[in-house]
């Protein structure tokens, strides 16, 4: 497993922007997928955006167009850059990562954003979108 660590939550007002940052204990990117996922309490934990190994990217229909997952390997970090808030994404935000070098690309397809994929987990971090 990994450690990881996220930051960058906050209180914002609707329409406004954030940019959440994870960031592993070790390179991790060759070899495992990742994906950011939010939760509210008393609620399924649900995918927002994942990211492969090959870089590519898939987001789930409530965030798509407006939220962007990326990476910098150099840094061991990931990111999620969320445009256009909502009140509805106010929810505490994890990342997660699992080793998927083994796995193929419609594989990937298939768990990106489901939360048993995923075996390593950051603490959360909390985005609060006010009307």
């Known amino acids: 497993q990994v450690q990881l660590v996220e930051s960058g939550g906050g209180s914002v007002q609707a329409g406004g922007s954030l940019t959440l940052s994870c960031v592993a204990a070790?390179?991790?990117?060759?070899?495992?997928?990742t994906a950011w996922f939010r939760q509210e309490p008393d609620k399924a934990r649900e995918g927002v955006a994942a990211?492969?190994?090959?870089?590519?990217?898939k987001y789930s229909g409530s965030v798509q167009g407006r939220f962007t997952v990326s990476r910098d390997s150099s840094k061991n970090t990931l990111y999620l850059q969320m445009n256009g808030l909502k009140p509805e994404d106010t929810d505490m935000y994890y990342c997660?990562?699992?080793?998927?070098?083994?796995?193929?690309?419609?594989?990937?397809?298939?768990?990106?954003?489901?939360?048993?994929?995923?075996?390593?987990w950051g603490q959360g971090t909390q985005v609060t979108v006010s009307s």
């Open positions: 990211i492969d190994r090959d870089g590519s990217t």
């Open positions: 997660a990562a699992w080793d998927c070098s083994w796995t193929n690309t419609e594989h990937w397809e298939r768990v990106a954003l489901r939360p048993a994929a995923y075996l390593s």
């Open positions: 070790r390179s991790i990117f060759g070899t495992h997928c």
